[in-house]
């Protein structure tokens, strides 16, 4: 047991105060009248204190009632019992790694030449339908996924378990993603053996007015990378960029700006139309006019790439829409920006870094995480109380019954006290009737 307010206990001294008052209080003495004094001895008044309690019953009362008036400002808590679990209930979450580097073919029993993440999805299946409720996320990024799939698994009856597919990149997974989580929840891994790629690899990407084209080659024991400059090759683009008439000048100027960040080339980077509209533009409100919500799966997935690009200083008014341009779906976004400024350069920079699709270079990294670390990283889940909602280790007791409990016995003190007053004068009445009679 324990209390809210531990210190209102103290007011439990308070029931000495009615045995003091019942002490101290001084009876009402009788008058007798006699008719004469002259044959009693004389005597000094001595004074009388009560040495004796009197009326217990009503002092009963009045402690019992202090005592339930102290409890209720106290208020008690009972302790919250860990409830056991099912045995063999598994809440469990899976974590499936999507991203490029599982693209590469699977090796080991059972792969026939699949890519690892069609193996991958099987063995997510498996571990699914051996437990008792279980969410499948399939994701690039398995270290942010981390946190909701825990989330999830806490949420069920049960162990709670998180275990991750993948074929554990270095960079895929670090050891705080999962000592961040919480203390109760098991995590697991689960490795996909690949391939890795014995053919070179090349990289393209734009400096400025140049191409860099970097050449990977993997050899016994080591990794050479042959980096190339060429000049830029100018190529049609579906990037269209609207500005107002005053700052037109300044367009290929900025987009020269924009390149010199340096921009992956991916093959398909220009398959989708994209129009950027910034303040000042002539067309710009006609085209938010005709525009609509998303409708394109590879519309969100630009717009959310540029939305979250770290070039976009916080606080940037970017908008994305869809409109449709002879028969064709465009991506449209809307600043509120010029386009010869900070925010303006940025924009574009940030849009044809989410139209690349060239592989991120973290994906191309051969290494892998040592089976062993992962083993030192593994964990059981913990049992664990259900959450409460008012407290994780005790639950409030409804203090309402002791305040009732204590206008009650002040109720029947009352009572009480009412009907000994009434007795004593119906005693005394009779007595000094008698008295007088004589």
Same mark, same amino acid.
């Given at each position: 047991?324990?209390?809210?307010?531990?210190?209102?206990?103290?007011?439990?001294?308070?029931?000495?105060?009615?045995?003091?008052?019942?002490?101290?209080?001084?009876?009402?003495? #009788?008058?007798?009248?006699?008719?004469?004094?002259?044959?009693?001895?004389?005597?000094?008044?001595?004074?009388?204190?009560?040495?004796?309690?009197?009326?217990?019953?009503?002092?009963?009362?009045?402690?019992?009632?202090?005592?339930?008036?102290?409890?209720?400002?106290?208020?008690?808590?009972?302790?919250?019992? @860990?409830?056991?679990?099912?045995?063999?209930?598994?809440?469990? &979450?899976?974590?499936?790694?999507?991203?490029?580097?599982?693209?590469?073919?699977?090796?080991? &029993?059972?792969?026939?030449?699949?890519?690892? !993440?069609?193996?991958?999805?099987?063995?997510?299946?498996?571990?699914?339908?051996?437990?008792?409720?279980?969410?499948?996320? =399939?994701?690039?990024? @398995?270290? $942010?996924?981390?946190?909701?799939?825990?989330?999830?698994?806490?949420?069920?009856?049960? #162990?709670?378990?998180?275990?991750?597919?993948?074929?554990?990149?270095?960079?895929?997974?670090?050891?705080?993603?999962?000592?961040?989580?919480?203390?109760?929840?098991?995590?697991?891994?689960?490795?996909?053996?690949?391939?890795?790629?014995?053919?070179?690899?090349?990289?393209?990407?734009?400096?400025?007015?140049?191409?860099?084209?970097?050449?990977?080659?993997?050899?016994?024991?080591?990794?050479?990378?042959?980096?190339?400059?060429?000049? =830029?090759?100018?190529?049609?683009?579906?990037?269209?960029?609207?500005?107002?008439?005053?700052?037109?000048?300044?367009?290929?100027?900025? /987009?020269?700006?924009?390149? $010199?960040?340096?921009?992956?080339?991916?093959?398909?980077?220009?398959?989708?139309?994209?129009?950027? &509209?910034?303040?000042?533009?002539?067309?710009?409100?006609?085209?938010?006019?005709?525009?609509?919500?998303?409708?394109? @799966?590879?519309?969100?997935?630009?717009?959310?790439?540029?939305?979250?690009?770290?070039?976009?200083?916080?606080?940037?008014?970017?908008?994305?829409?869809?409109?449709?341009?002879?028969? /064709?779906?465009?991506?449209?976004?809307?600043?509120?920006?010029? !386009?010869?400024?900070?925010?303006?350069?940025?924009?574009?920079?940030?849009?044809?870094?989410?139209?690349?699709?060239?592989?991120?270079?973290?994906?191309?990294?051969?290494?892998?995480? &040592?089976?062993?670390?992962?083993?030192?990283?593994?964990?059981?889940?913990?049992?664990?109380?259900?959450?409460?909602?008012?407290?994780?280790?005790?639950?409030?007791?409804?203090?309402?019954?002791?305040?009732?409990?204590?206008?009650?016995?002040?109720?029947?003190?009352?009572?009480?006290?009412?009907?000994?007053?009434?007795?004593? =004068? $119906?005693?005394?009445? @009779?007595?000094?009737?008698?008295?007088?009679?004589?």
């Amino acid at each position: 047991m324990s209390w809210a307010n531990p210190f209102a206990l103290i007011g439990l001294g308070a029931i000495v105060l009615p045995i003091l008052i019942h002490l101290m209080a001084r009876a009402r003495a #009788r008058q007798v009248s006699v008719p004469t004094l002259r044959f009693l001895e004389g005597t000094r008044h001595q004074p009388a204190r009560r040495t004796t309690l009197q009326d217990i019953p009503l002092l009963s009362l009045r402690a019992a009632a202090l005592i339930a008036v102290a409890f209720a400002v106290a208020g008690p808590m009972r302790r919250a019992e @860990p409830v056991p679990e099912p045995d063999g209930t598994v809440a469990r &979450a899976v974590v499936l790694d999507t991203s490029p580097s599982m693209q590469r073919t699977a090796v080991g &029993a059972g792969a026939a030449g699949q890519s690892a !993440v069609a193996v991958g999805n099987g063995v997510a299946d498996s571990l699914a339908q051996a437990a008792t409720a279980a969410l499948i996320v =399939r994701t690039s990024d @398995p270290a $942010a996924a981390l946190a909701g799939a825990a989330a999830w698994a806490l949420t069920r009856p049960g #162990r709670a378990e998180v275990i991750v597919v993948s074929d554990f990149q270095r960079g895929t997974i670090e050891q705080r993603d999962i000592t961040a989580l919480p203390a109760g929840v098991g995590v697991a891994f689960r490795k996909v053996g690949v391939q890795q790629g014995a053919a070179p690899i090349e990289r393209r990407s734009r400096q400025g007015g140049v191409d860099l084209v970097a050449r990977t080659e993997f050899t016994a024991g080591r990794t050479n990378v042959i980096y190339t400059v060429t000049p =830029r090759v100018v190529r049609a683009s579906d990037l269209e960029i609207l500005a107002a008439r005053a700052d037109r000048a300044t367009v290929v100027a900025v /987009r020269a700006a924009a390149a $010199a960040i340096g921009v992956d080339d991916g093959p398909d980077s220009l398959a989708h139309p994209v129009v950027i &509209a910034f303040a000042g533009a002539d067309s710009s409100d006609a085209l938010v006019a005709e525009s609509t919500a998303l409708n394109e @799966p590879w519309q969100a997935d630009i717009a959310v790439r540029v939305l979250r690009d770290p070039l976009l200083r916080p606080g940037a008014t970017v908008s994305a829409r869809a409109i449709r341009r002879e028969g /064709r779906e465009v991506l449209l976004f809307v600043s509120g920006a010029a !386009v010869a400024t900070e925010d303006g350069v940025a924009l574009i920079a940030a849009v044809a870094r989410a139209r690349s699709t060239a592989v991120a270079a973290p994906e191309l990294e051969p290494a892998t995480l &040592a089976d062993s670390a992962l083993a030192d990283w593994a964990r059981d889940a913990g049992a664990r109380v259900p959450q409460q909602t008012e407290s994780p280790n005790s639950l409030p007791t409804s203090t309402r019954w002791l305040w009732l409990v204590a206008l009650l016995l002040l109720g029947v003190e009352a009572v009480l006290r009412r009907s000994s007053a009434f007795t004593n =004068r $119906a005693t005394v009445a @009779p007595d000094l009737a008698a008295d007088d009679a004589v």
